[in-house]
């Protein structure tokens, strides 16, 4: 019952699930690969190809070619001893290299015909592959089928051509089954779904010509194929092709898929051996019929890729790795790594975009203005910290590594903090010719990984704008204290798109500023003070009578007058030379003024004389003088003046 459940259970799993777990016994146990059937012609000559894996053992084993009678395998030829019967007409040469050893059978004759085996090692010991040798009579003889040897994982090309006359035609290549030939891609863009990604034709020259390429070679691709124009069986232009598919450790195994999340990046390598420098090295994306080619190796990229993919040789494992940037939906499909030689190494890849937030965040578009600072920062998650982190240029030929700044952790620590977890790439100042794209990545033990990829973009400033708003709010800043008078900017400091002024314009101007300024304000100030002593003048000069200047004098009046005359003479102290005649000022104080106000004036000869300095002081501003151009009115007491 258990058993039956299990046979059920790999019933219901899909054909290629199974015979990737469950290989085919022959793949494992005989490695050796030759044609099913050679046919001959009688006294003509046959060749014989057997393959087999080239591992150290094998190139240096016995090989052997014998002929299978009942249940033993009699040796006509073999690396080191040849059957007298064939002495002469038969011979073993070993191809290391090309993986392969060949016999050459001339002089046939009817008795040749039979069943043989070619193998390495001992005779009878599992690495052998059965051959069926026909002899014919007279030609023509059918021919045989192409042989291909394909590694597991590798990728298998195969060229068919049948003439000019069939450029026009169908072409195709299918698989034979036993239900019939099952067709596998066409030159009508019709392709079967198992094979969607995998398989590729192209047309060749001449025409009539054409390529089949599939990669991901696996156990269930073995087998007979045929590639032909037209229908399969309508007509006789067909070619059979077997296909022998077997394991070599030492080949690497590429990934088939890689996921990438949208405006992510995502990782393709490639088995290109770069010591040959004649190979060509290509990236493209499948396409039903032909490959669009994005980048190659020669300094190619294809319109609307720039900045955003970019090659990378690794001579260390005979890889290049390929970075494709800012994933879209539109970038799903199959990826080819392709080359002129090499081209079981040709691959293919399928990327898939998923939904999610990229790991490293940050501007992919900046603007800025030349003579500007500018920062790029690329923010990275904690689980990237211990990865090594770089800004590099990008170009046609690959990623210049800059030297950047990480604000990372100093070490290992618990927290991991957002403003601390950033690289930065800093242009103090920005040129014009800094502009183009900028990847910031991470990568360990030189693989790399995910990367962000940022368009810089450096305009001029605008010189020959006139003065905005926005520049004259600039300008205002200098007189609230940004910058002294007159004073010179550094290049940091004007705004983008002023004009700068000429230094000899600022030193003049500054120095018309210097002087007018205060000049304006001392003769502003010396109207102002005239205008107040002539007011008060004309004030006191109403209070004097000439005809009877005795009737309105009294001793409070006098010293009313030698107390205004004692202000005026405060304030005269104050006033500051404007050019031209000084003012005069006295040396009395306010002090002896006070002092004046407590002498005694009982006496008839301080009332006396008092009134005599009254009408002095009068007369004089009658005349319209000031006190300013006369003789200074002293009030002290007699014993002051001593």
Same mark, same amino acid.
């Given at each position: 019952?258990?058993?039956?459940?299990?046979?059920?259970?790999?019933?219901?799993?899909?054909?290629?699930?199974?015979?990737?777990?469950?290989?085919?016994?022959?793949?494992?146990?005989?490695?050796?690969?030759?044609?099913?059937?050679?046919?001959?012609?009688?006294?003509?000559?046959?060749?014989?190809?057997?393959?087999?894996?080239?591992?150290?053992?094998?190139?240096?084993?016995?090989?052997?070619?014998?002929?299978?009678?009942?249940?033993?395998?009699?040796?006509?030829?073999?690396?080191?001893?040849?059957?007298?019967?064939?002495?002469?007409?038969?011979?073993?040469?070993?191809?290391?290299?090309?993986?392969?050893?060949?016999?050459?059978?001339?002089?046939?004759?009817?008795?040749?015909?039979?069943?043989?085996?070619?193998?390495?090692?001992?005779?009878?010991?599992?690495?052998?592959?059965?051959?069926?040798?026909?002899?014919?009579?007279?030609?023509?003889?059918?021919?045989?089928?192409?042989?291909?040897?394909?590694?597991?994982?590798?990728?298998?090309?195969?060229?068919?051509?049948?003439?000019?006359?069939?450029?026009?035609?169908?072409?195709?290549?299918?698989?034979?089954?036993?239900?019939?030939?099952?067709?596998?891609?066409?030159?009508?863009?019709?392709?079967?779904?198992?094979?969607?990604?995998?398989?590729?034709?192209?047309?060749?020259?001449?025409?009539?010509?054409?390529?089949?390429?599939?990669?991901?070679?696996?156990?269930?691709?073995?087998?007979?194929?045929?590639?032909?124009?037209?229908?399969?069986?309508?007509?006789?232009?067909?070619?059979?092709?077997?296909?022998?598919?077997?394991?070599?450790?030492?080949?690497?195994?590429?990934?088939?898929?890689?996921?990438?999340?949208?405006?992510?990046?995502?990782?393709?390598?490639?088995?290109?051996?770069?010591?040959?420098?004649?190979?060509?090295?290509?990236?493209?994306?499948?396409?039903?019929?032909?490959?669009?080619?994005?980048?190659?190796?020669?300094?190619?990229?294809?319109?609307?890729?720039?900045?955003?993919?970019?090659?990378?040789?690794?001579?260390?494992?005979? %890889? /290049?790795?390929?970075?494709?940037?800012?994933? !879209?939906?539109? $970038?799903? @499909?199959? +990826? =080819? &790594?392709?080359?002129?030689?090499?081209?079981?190494?040709?691959?293919?890849?399928?990327?898939?975009?998923?939904?999610?937030?990229?790991?490293?965040?940050?501007?992919?578009?900046?603007?800025?203005?030349?003579?500007?600072?500018?920062?790029?920062?690329?923010?990275?998650?904690?689980?990237?910290?211990?990865?090594?982190?770089?800004?590099?240029?990008?170009?046609?030929?690959?990623?210049?590594?800059?030297?950047?700044?990480?604000?990372?952790?100093?070490?290992?620590?618990?927290?991991?903090?957002?403003?601390?977890? %950033? /690289?930065?790439?800093?242009?103090?100042?920005? !040129?014009?010719? $800094?502009? @183009?794209? +900028? =990847? &910031?990545?991470?990568?360990?033990?030189?693989?790399?990984?995910?990367?962000?990829?940022?368009?810089?973009?450096?305009?001029?400033?605008?010189?020959?704008?006139?003065?905005?708003?926005?520049?004259?709010?600039?300008?205002?800043?200098?007189?609230?204290?940004?910058?002294?008078?007159?004073?010179?900017?550094?290049?940091?400091?004007?705004?983008?798109?002023?004009?700068?002024?000429?230094?000899?314009?600022?030193?003049?101007?500054?120095?018309?500023?210097?002087?007018?300024?205060?000049?304006?304000?001392?003769?502003?100030?010396?109207?102002?003070?005239?205008?107040?002593?002539?007011?008060?003048?004309?004030?006191?000069?109403?209070?004097?009578?000439?005809?009877?200047?005795?009737?309105?004098?009294?001793?409070?009046?006098?010293?009313?007058?030698?107390?205004?005359?004692?202000?005026?003479?405060?304030?005269?102290?104050?006033?500051?030379?404007?050019?031209?005649?000084?003012?005069?000022?006295?040396?009395?104080?306010?002090?002896?003024?006070?002092?004046?106000?407590?002498?005694?004036?009982?006496?008839?000869?301080?009332?006396?004389?008092?009134?005599?300095?009254?009408?002095?002081?009068?007369?004089?501003?009658?005349?319209?003088?000031?006190?300013?151009?006369?003789?200074?009115?002293?009030?002290?007491?007699?014993?002051?003046?001593?």
């Amino acid at each position: 019952m258990i058993l039956l459940a299990f046979l059920f259970l790999l019933a219901s799993l899909p054909a290629g699930s199974v015979r990737l777990r469950y290989p085919p016994k022959a793949a494992i146990s005989s490695p050796v690969f030759g044609p099913r059937q050679v046919h001959g012609v009688l006294g003509g000559s046959v060749v014989v190809k057997c393959f087999y894996p080239p591992t150290p053992v094998n190139r240096h084993d016995r090989k052997y070619w014998c002929r299978q009678v009942g249940a033993r395998c009699a040796t006509k030829v073999s690396s080191v001893y040849v059957d007298p019967a064939y002495q002469g007409r038969i011979s073993l040469s070993d191809h290391p290299e090309a993986e392969n050893f060949q016999i050459n059978i001339s002089a046939l004759a009817l008795s040749d015909a039979g069943t043989y085996q070619c193998g390495v090692g001992v005779n009878g010991r599992g690495l052998s592959h059965t051959v069926v040798l026909s002899v014919a009579e007279a030609p023509p003889v059918p021919e045989a089928a192409e042989l291909f040897y394909v590694k597991l994982h590798s990728t298998w090309t195969v060229s068919c051509s049948f003439g000019k006359d069939t450029a026009d035609q169908r072409r195709y290549l299918c698989k034979k089954e036993e239900e019939g030939c099952r067709d596998i891609i066409n030159s009508h863009k019709e392709i079967d779904p198992d094979f969607t990604g995998r398989a590729l034709l192209t047309f060749e020259e001449p025409p009539g010509s054409f390529r089949v390429t599939m990669t991901q070679m696996d156990w269930e691709d073995r087998g007979l194929y045929y590639c032909g124009v037209g229908e399969y069986g309508k007509n006789e232009k067909m070619k059979e092709l077997d296909v022998f598919v077997y394991e070599d450790k030492n080949f690497p195994k590429l990934k088939t898929t890689v996921t990438g999340k949208n405006g992510s990046s995502a990782t393709f390598e490639c088995l290109y051996d770069p010591l040959q420098k004649s190979s060509s090295r290509i990236w493209c994306k499948w396409r039903i019929q032909g490959c669009d080619k994005i980048i190659d190796n020669a300094g190619y990229v294809k319109e609307g890729y720039e900045g955003r993919v970019a090659m990378f040789e690794n001579p260390g494992n005979k %890889t /290049v790795t390929i970075v494709l940037n800012q994933l !879209q939906t539109r $970038d799903q @499909g199959f +990826y =080819w &790594c392709m080359s002129n030689e090499l081209k079981e190494q040709q691959s293919s890849t399928e990327l898939k975009v998923v939904k999610g937030e990229p790991a490293l965040t940050g501007d992919k578009e900046v603007d800025a203005q030349a003579g500007s600072r500018v920062n790029l920062t690329c923010s990275y998650p904690c689980k990237y910290y211990s990865l090594e982190k770089y800004w590099c240029r990008w170009n046609e030929s690959g990623c210049a590594v800059l030297p950047a700044q990480d604000l990372g952790l100093p070490g290992p620590g618990t927290s991991c903090a957002t403003s601390t977890r %950033t /690289v930065v790439l800093s242009f103090d100042p920005v !040129q014009k010719e $800094d502009a @183009g794209w +900028y =990847w &910031c990545g991470v990568k360990q033990n030189r693989v790399l990984g995910e990367t962000m990829a940022v368009e810089l973009r450096v305009s001029e400033g605008d010189r020959d704008s006139k003065h905005s708003p926005e520049l004259l709010d600039v300008d205002s800043s200098h007189d609230s204290g940004a910058a002294p008078l007159g004073g010179s900017h550094s290049g940091a400091e004007v705004r983008k798109g002023a004009v700068p002024e000429s230094s000899d314009e600022n030193r003049g101007s500054n120095t018309v500023a210097l002087v007018l300024g205060p000049l304006a304000g001392l003769i502003l100030l010396a109207v102002t003070a005239f205008a107040i002593v002539k007011y008060r003048q004309l004030k006191r000069s109403d209070l004097v009578s000439v005809g009877s200047y005795r009737t309105n004098i009294s001793m409070s009046d006098f010293e009313n007058v030698r107390d205004l005359s004692a202000c005026n003479s405060a304030k005269e102290i104050q006033e500051t030379p404007v050019g031209g005649d000084e003012f005069i000022t006295t040396t009395d104080t306010q002090q002896s003024a006070v002092d004046t106000t407590k002498a005694k004036r009982s006496s008839k000869e301080d009332a006396e004389l008092t009134y005599s300095s009254f009408l002095a002081t009068s007369e004089s501003i009658a005349q319209g003088g000031s006190v300013g151009d006369s003789a200074v009115l002293d009030v002290s007491p007699p014993q002051d003046r001593l």
